[in-house]
C-alpha cells in the first residue's frame, strides 16, 4: 500500500512537472491542465477533469507495476477501499465547496440528475475499469504491448473528458447557474477550498 500510495500521486506530479516544461503527458492530463484556463467551468468540474485521469487511467498502471499476474488479486481488495474512500470525499467535498458558494448545496438538492452525474462519472466508471485495466496490463509480458495498452486506455479516458465539458442539457445549465455564484480564477477557488477544508480539519481537532 506505501508503494502504491507513493507511485499513484508521483505520477500526478510527474505529469504536472512535465506539462509546466512543455514534456509529453497523457492525454487525460493533458485535457486536465489544459481545463484549468477554462473560466466556465465550475469547480466540481475541474475536479473531476483530475479524477479521470488519475483514477481512472494512473490507478490501474500504478496497481500492474507494484504487482504481476500471480500476486494483483491480493491487491484487489485495497484497490476497492482506495475508490471507496475516493467515492465518499465527493460528499465532502460538495460540503466545502457550500460553504465557500452556497448556491452550489442549493442547487444540487432540488436537482438530483446533476448529484448523480458527478457520482457516477467520478466512481462508477473508475471502479470497475480501472481495475480491469490493471489486470490487462499484468497479464503483457511485453513493454510495448503495456505502452500500446496504455495509449488505447489514455485515449479511451480522455474522451470521457467530454462528458464532463457538455453532460448534457439540464447539468450543463444547472453548471452555469453555479458558475455564476463562483468568484475568481481555478487557483483562487482552489485556494479557498484549501482554506475552508484546513479549517475544518483545525476545528474537528
Do not use: C
Not at 177 to 195: C, D, F, H, Q, T
Request: proline residues 1%; charged residues 25%.
Amino acid at each position: 500500500m506505501e508503494q502504491l500510495d507513493v507511485l499513484f500521486a508521483n505520477r500526478y506530479l510527474l505529469a504536472y512537472s512535465n506539462y509546466k516544461q512543455g514534456k509529453k503527458i497523457t492525454k487525460s492530463w493533458e485535457i486536465a491542465f489544459n481545463s484549468s484556463k477554462n473560466r466556465n467551468l465550475i469547480v466540481l468540474q475541474h475536479l473531476l477533469f483530475g479524477m479521470n485521469a488519475h483514477i481512472n487511467l494512473d490507478l490501474g498502471i500504478v496497481a500492474s507495476e507494484i504487482t504481476n499476474k500471480s500476486t494483483i488479486h491480493s491487491l484487489q481488495s485495497d484497490f476497492n477501499k482506495i475508490n471507496e474512500i475516493l467515492a465518499s470525499l465527493i460528499d465532502e467535498v460538495q460540503k466545502d465547496l457550500g460553504k465557500i458558494w452556497p448556491t452550489l448545496l442549493v442547487i444540487l438538492k432540488f436537482v438530483n440528475k446533476v448529484d448523480d452525474f458527478l457520482i457516477n462519472f467520478g466512481m462508477n466508471i473508475a471502479r470497475d475499469g480501472a481495475w480491469e485495466f490493471a489486470n490487462e496490463l499484468v497479464a503483457e509480458e511485453e513493454k510495448t504491448d503495456r505502452e500500446n495498452l496504455i495509449s488505447i486506455r489514455d485515449k479511451k479516458i480522455s474522451e470521457l473528458s467530454k462528458l464532463i465539458t457538455n453532460p448534457g442539457i439540464v447539468a450543463q445549465i444547472v453548471f452555469q447557474i453555479v458558475r455564476l455564484g463562483e468568484r475568481g480564477n481555478p487557483s483562487e477557488k482552489i485556494m479557498a477550498l484549501e482554506n475552508v477544508i484546513d479549517n475544518s480539519n483545525k476545528t474537528s481537532t
